[in-house]
């Protein structure tokens, strides 16, 4: 319960620290907390909400997976590939097939994981290379560019409903589906049981390896998604795309308070997480700061969200000492 209230206050402080940024960005650029600019952000910032609640369900369980992008990368090309030859494949179908091939990828991390016991970021370092190695395979290094896509392809996610465009849309899904998953659902539970000790999750008859190949696959599964929402915004596909990616997808986990221990984070958290990164990454021009300093600071923000939330553990673990030695 104490752990839950700390999650909660730390997403309060995060909403706050979000809230004042756009302030101070505001004083430059009185545009910038406008709704429309503040709707345009949230748009910018939909896969990398998206990204960020498939890693959380990973790192819930004491895992990483560092292989995203490079998913995201693989499955976006496949997908430019085919609706590039195959212009007569209708988008659903292509969307489809974009989430199970990215499952499908999640399934060969977790597959490492579970049954050859390999640490996950060995893994998924792996994979993230041979990822990217497959994209030049099968496109010869070669870019697809949008005069190759069809209009179908690259509208869709700029379509709008009820005024908010698709690609925001399946963010907000993203988010109802990932809460109701992760707290009203044996899974869900299973994922913070593992977290919090994986060796009590086993007597409470919970499958440890099984549970941690569903996080990837969940995981692998967004990545799809996200790579043909990507490649169909941007309307562009090539070897290096969402380069780097995965620093961004972690960076936005770390800041929203989800424990790379393992066991602790809210979808709330992971949402502000990303959304904060998604601000700066706005803000930056408009303060007249390189965007090359966007690394720099996540990496920061990153830094300064790991020391706080060990500090948190350690007052936590503290204050469960002095109760057990009153206690006793």
Request: with cysteine; aromatic share 8%.
């Amino acid at each position: 319960m104490n752990n839950w209230r700390r999650l909660i206050t730390r997403d309060v402080v995060l909403g706050v620290a979000l809230l004042a940024v756009i302030a101070l960005v505001s004083t430059r650029a009185a545009d910038f907390s406008s709704v429309k600019n503040l709707a345009s952000v949230f748009n910018d910032s939909s896969i990398l909400i998206i990204l960020a609640l498939g890693q959380m369900a990973v790192i819930l369980t004491r895992c990483i997976d560092l292989s995203m992008a490079s998913n995201l990368a693989l499955v976006g090309m496949t997908v430019a590939m085919l609706n590039s030859n195959f212009a007569a494949i209708p988008i659903p179908i292509l969307v489809i097939i974009a989430i199970i091939m990215g499952a499908m990828l999640g399934l060969v991390n977790g597959l490492l994981v579970w049954q050859l016991e390999i640490p996950p970021i060995v893994v998924t370092l792996g994979t993230l290379t041979i990822f990217r190695g497959i994209i030049f395979l099968i496109s010869d290094g070669q870019w697809i560019n949008a005069h190759e896509m069809s209009p179908a392809f690259k509208a869709f996610p700029r379509s709008s409903i009820l005024g908010v465009t698709v690609l925001s849309w399946s963010a907000i899904v993203a988010i109802i589906l990932f809460a109701v998953l992760l707290t009203r659902t044996a899974a869900g539970r299973a994922f913070y049981a593992i977290g919090g000790n994986p060796n009590a999750a086993v007597y409470t008859g919970i499958n440890v390896g099984r549970s941690r190949c569903l996080a990837f696959v969940l995981a692998g599964a967004v990545s799809g998604f996200a790579g043909y929402l990507w490649v169909a915004r941007y309307a562009v596909a090539y070897v290096d795309i969402a380069g780097g990616f995965e620093l961004d997808i972690v960076a936005a986990c770390v800041i929203g308070g989800v424990s790379i221990a393992g066991g602790l984070g809210t979808v709330a958290g992971a949402t502000l997480g990303a959304l904060f990164l998604g601000v700066i990454k706005n803000a930056l021009p408009v303060i007249n700061i390189s965007p090359f300093w966007q690394l720099a600071i996540s990496g920061s923000a990153i830094l300064i969200a790991v020391g706080f939330n060990a500090q948190s553990e350690r007052r936590t673990g503290r204050i469960i000492l002095k109760k057990a030695e009153q206690s006793s």
